[in-house]
């Protein structure tokens, strides 16, 4: 067992929980590193593929989608010694029958443990939505978080498995306010969601549900967690706005993870994350919070 833990993360009791399911898995606490997806992936690059949980307690050079640089948010609390944000990756070796619609199940699996019921319609409760292909919202408005996936191929698949990688999982949540100069309206936090949570204790309910989720997913693919992502979509229903210009309604994501939009050429489905999807009409800030995005690999 491998813990490194400067701060009072739960980092045994996550070790305790998910090492039978990943056997080998170690946790580790650092109080500053430029990226915590960067480090697994260099470190997977030099041929250290054991599974690993590493959080950082502030990143310097966060990377976001399509290549957007991330910062960290300055912190309404700040100078109280506590962390404004969770971030975190979790690096292991998968080997699904199709990659696609991971971060769509990523983002099931992350919600579910910090809301597990969704508010019923017509309450004040704010809702943890999630906005293809890899942001987590609250309500229908503000930005609470993201997902980054990234895939290493091995130069020598574990038994044999030609469609294994090793999978790099990125999360960043807000989870104090935010004060981001420019945006409008400001980023979201989980305090809205539940005031007594912290970034360690967010961390402890999220491990073990998403190590849970990466397996599943690779035994059964998206479709599974097809319904549930239903749930939480915060597209469907609503007018969008393609990066490419064109435009329509959303109508949720197929078995695979696609969008569907209902545009005036018929039902697309839209695949690729390099194309952006605006709602119309709902608040989208473009500039960085507390949460990676990038690019889900496919």
Known sequence: MSIVQPAPWPAEALWQQIEPLLPGFSV????????????????????????????AERQTAGRGRLGRQWHSAASVYEGTGMV????????LPLSPRDWSGLSLAVGVAVAESLQPAVPAAGTDAPRIGL????????????KLGGILVETATFTHAPQANAQARYVVVGIGLNVLPVRIEGVSPPPACLREVDSALTAPRALGQLGLPLVQTLLGFAEHGFAAFQARFGLRDVLAGHPVQLSTGRQGVAHGVDEEGALLVLTDAGMQR??????SVRPQGMALPESPSAAPRRTPTR
């Open 28 to 55: 580790e606490i650092l109080a500053s590193i430029d990226s915590t997806s960067s480090e697994l992936m260099r470190r997977a690059r030099a041929g250290q593929t054991a599974p690993t949980l590493l959080v």
């Open 84 to 91: 404004p944000a969770l971030t975190f990756s979790l690096g």
């Open 131 to 142: 906005k293809w292909p890899n942001d987590l919202w609250l309500g229908e408005g503000r």
């Open 270 to 275: 839209i695949t690729s994350a390099s194309i």
